[in-house]
T-cell receptor, first 111, second 113 residues
Framework: NAGVTQTPKFRILKIGQSMTLQCTQD?????MYWYRQDPGMGLKLIYY???????DKGEVPNGYNVSRSTTEDFPLRLELAAPSQTSVYFC??????????FGEGSRLTVL | KNEVEQSPQNLTAQEGEFITINCSYS?????LHWLQQHPGGGIVSLFM???GKKKHGRLIATINIQEKHSSLHITASHPRDSAVYIC???????????????FGKGITLSVRP
């Protein structure tokens, strides 16, 4: 099993551009999450999903959108990128018992 | 006051030393996680515990629910243990539909050879 796979690992965007961070898991987990990690801060939840077709906002959803058309995929869309979205983004999945499996992270810089 | 506090902020140790990293929290919880993040790398879950103690290899995690405190111990430390160690707590309001995890800022551990 590959676990949780995120792409791209690094990306530089200009202000106002849009992009999608991809996240795929091959463990058949129903629960998937997107977090952002800022320097000196704890991880913050952006969006989460409890199954295909179901998504909900976390603590910091503004400026982001998600979709969950399949159990495996949970892409995070950034519309009109802003410098405040410069961060490291982590996708995670869970079988529902509280255990978490994280991806390798995607480092995004908005200039 | 942050819901999750970790101490010390940074820690340097010599190879072979016994290391303790602490986590205190202020809310009622159903579980606590210890996570490891190597520089530039992904996050790996080390332990999830709700009571007592768990051991995996050279790592031991303990939790005292009454005192709202957890410790992560590393025995016979090695330079490859150098990483950021993050404590996260799952609040009692967790219903299974929302992973309401509150994360600490993490402790940076450096183990010198």
């Amino acid at each position: 099993n590959a676990g949780v796979t995120q792409t791209p690992k690094f990306r530089i965007l200009k202000i106002g551009q849009s992009m999608t961070l991809q996240c795929t898991q091959d463990m058949n987990h129903n629960y998937m999450y997107w977090y952002r990690q800022d320097p000196g801060m704890g991880l913050k939840l952006i969006y989460y999903s409890v199954g295909a077709g179901i998504t909900d906002k976390g603590e910091v959803p503004n400026g982001y959108n998600v979709s969950r058309s399949t159990t495996e995929d949970f892409p995070l869309r950034l519309e009109l990128a802003a410098p405040s979205q410069t961060s490291v983004y982590f996708c995670a999945s869970s079988p529902g018992n509280g255990e978490l499996f994280f991806g390798e992270g995607s480092r995004l810089t908005v200039l | 006051k942050n819901e999750v506090e970790q101490s010390p902020q940074n820690l340097t140790a010599q190879e072979g030393e016994f290391i303790t990293i602490n986590c205190s929290y202020s809310v009622g919880i159903s579980a606590l996680h210890w996570l490891q993040q190597h520089p530039g790398g992904g996050i790996v879950s080390l332990f999830m515990l709700s009571s007592g103690k768990k051991k995996h290899g050279r790592l031991i995690a303990t939790i005292n629910i009454q005192e709202k405190h957890s410790s992560l111990h590393i025995t016979a430390s090695h330079p490859r243990d150098s990483a950021v160690y993050i404590c996260a707590v799952r609040s009692l309001s967790y219903t299974g539909a929302n992973s309401k995890l509150t994360f600490g800022k993490g402790i940076t551990l450096s183990v010198r050879p």
